[in-house]
């Protein structure tokens, strides 16, 4: 058998295969599921029927083991598939009415399960449980996708394929669609697959290795069919239009007009964003085709479900002039509109009677040519995976135009899948969004002590977050730990020194083309220096201040001009200190920078309020825990100036205080997410202390 292909990638490790077969279905999923050629994220599922003790009667019966509702078969485990018995699930054709009346069958397979402890079944279900095979995948491959795409697709799979693949126009998933592929099947004995028009392949074999290998022999010979005509009839997508810019001109014209885009696209709902300008989405926007296929919309349901029925193509040069921000946000604020209202124009013609209300209007994918693609969304994996979808889409127009015309599902067809009352359940059933969710947080000096802490909790109530730090192996250590524990959607690291214009510059660069922007600024970087007037040097001196201080203020200024791009307000909190308000021994230089802090946050505050841009300040003391400020010579400043032992400190800083408490890191993250958690939304310039009650830093 074949286990070299050029298209695909053949993973499959006998030594590493379990051997029960429930295992094995799983193994062959998440397999499946880790080539995106194979199947987008969420998409497709697969089935192994088993015979198994039934345990309300002792006897044999066939079971059917399938993926779940709204599982993916990259990440799957046992808990996200659901156990029908095979006979219960077939016997509902019984009671079927017909197709206007299949939505019902949905509630009817609660009473086919086998396995009470199992995931929920999906629409699919039924497609899998009429096939008679022991072991069934259900892909969408774009190479399949893009013949099934094609206008004359069935002919093209008929000729290709010999006619041992069958074929099933268009229909949306459900009852009815595993009834005609059971009909196929019937009508064309000896198959080894079925193709779906403009949607996917079901694939088949008697064992899961079997099913496997037939899969990936199937796709394979559709992407070799396209590679060969690539170019042969026409140039791809009609030929290039324009040339990208640069790499590095991109990635800068991207992150100057990321907020600006976000903050169009957050007019209904707060949006994370993603950019990307791979060479596949480069070829498209830069081609002849553009303009005729982008509003065509993608064929595959999963496709649109997540990319939304078609894209915004920015009417802008790839080397305009985006300085002049006003008229940069003016020209695309009528394009946004345009696009609004004809999305609004799609529902209204579209819409049945009962059909949900309207949903955000915003694109989700904006393309911009010469330069990439957007994609926006509720939070940074669902951004991303929209742009990993429209990517699978460009692949399904490229492939269909080489071999054929492209064809798009029709407006109506595609509405009753966007708006499918099944579907809307499935959002219903969501759960409810956390507090900082599609909120962007950028927190200096956040790979260790406070400012880890508050990056945690922030990332922890939903906000995607930047870390930095200037201390690479720090950076290193924190950004390994923070994969481990939130996956890489959650968060993006960068060296930064907060002294350098330049660098923190690139820092929010950073932000913009991971995220579209920001939305909470967080000043926690911060350095210590404990010695008497007398001993201070002036490299001390500007080292503080450049730091605590000038830190502050460009860090400020980079994220205020995000934030107004935006414009949709934000928050900056910036961490001070007790000392700002409180005089005491060997902390001349520390002590007076942070009373410039605590002052300059005012100042800001009182300029910034037109922007409902919050500026807002915690004074923390003492929090020692995990703190490189707390590291060698502060800590023994400290202990000499109150005459203890450098391990009596935390004690010592306790007992004077009100409440006899040490401070940790995580009090100093609670109190900031009190502040942009949603219950302050009207508080700016407060001073908040949280250092267990030192009354002679009590602000009035």
Known sequence: MKTSFKHVSYLWDDATAPPDEIDLLVYRSNLLGADLRLTNYGGGN??????????????????????????????????????????????????????????????????????????????????????????????????????????DGKKITHELFGGKIGWVEWQRPGFDLGLKLKKCLDENPGIVGIMLGSHGLFTWGDTAYESYLNTLQVIEKCAEYLASNYGKARPVFGGKKLDALNEQD?????????????????????????????????????????????????????????????????????????SAIASIEQKLSIQFEAYRKLYADYYETCKHPNSPALRDPNPVVILYPGIGMFTFAKDKQTARVASEFYINAINVMKGAEAISTYTSLPRQEAFN?????????????????????????????????IGKAIAKKFIEEGACVVINDNDP??????????????????????????????????????????????????????????????DHTEKDWDLLYDILVKGQFLVTQAGIETMRKQNFGGDIINIVSKNALVSGPNNAAYGSAKAAQLHLSRLNAAELGSDKIRVNVINPDAVISDSKIWEGSWAEGRAKAYGVKVEELPSFYAKRTLLNEIILPGDIANACFALVGGLLNKSTGNVINVDGGVAMAFVR
């Open 250 to 322: 991109r990635q800068q014209r991207a992150a100057l007009l990321a907020p600006v885009l976000r903050g169009l696209c957050s007019s209904k709902t707060k949006m994370v964003g993603h950019f990307t300008d791979d060479e596949r989405v480069l070829e498209f926007i830069n081609s002849n085709d553009l303009d005729r296929l982008a509003p065509m919309g993608t064929s595959c349901p999963d496709h649109f479900l997540r990319t939304k029925i078609s894209p915004l193509v920015l009417v802008l040069a790839p080397d305009e002039d985006l």
């Open 417 to 449: 899948i966007e708006y499918w009352l099944l579907e809307e359940a499935k959002l219903q059933r969501m759960p409810k969004p956390k507090s900082l969710s599609g909120r962007v947080a950028f927190i200096t000096g956040s790979a260790g002590g």
């Open 46 to 151: 697969t089935s192994c029927k088993i015979m198994a003790e039934d345990p309300l009667t002792g006897m044999e019966t066939e079971v059917m083991w399938v993926k779940g509702s709204g599982g993916d078969l990259g990440t799957m485990k046992k808990s996200g598939l659901a156990a029908l018995y095979v006979d219960r699930l077939r016997s509902l054709t019984k009671v079927y009415r017909g197709i206007e009346f299949e939505d019902e069958m949905v509630e009817l397979f609660s009473h086919c399960i086998f396995d009470l402890a199992s995931k929920a079944p999906s629409i699919d279900t039924p497609l899998h449980g009429f096939l008679p095979f022991k072991h069934i995948d259900h892909l969408h491959p774009d190479a399949a996708i893009a013949i099934a795409a094609a206008k």
């Open 473 to 534: 192996d720090r950076l290193a250590k924190a950004t390994e730990e923070f994969t481990k524990q939130y996956g890489k959607d959650s968060f993006a690291a960068v060296l930064l020194d907060v002294t350098s214009h330049s660098q923190v510059t690139d820092a929010l660069t950073l932000a913009s083309l991971s995220f579209g922007g920001v939305d909470i600024i967080v000043n926690c970087a911060g350095i210590s220096i404990s010695k008497t007037i007398q």
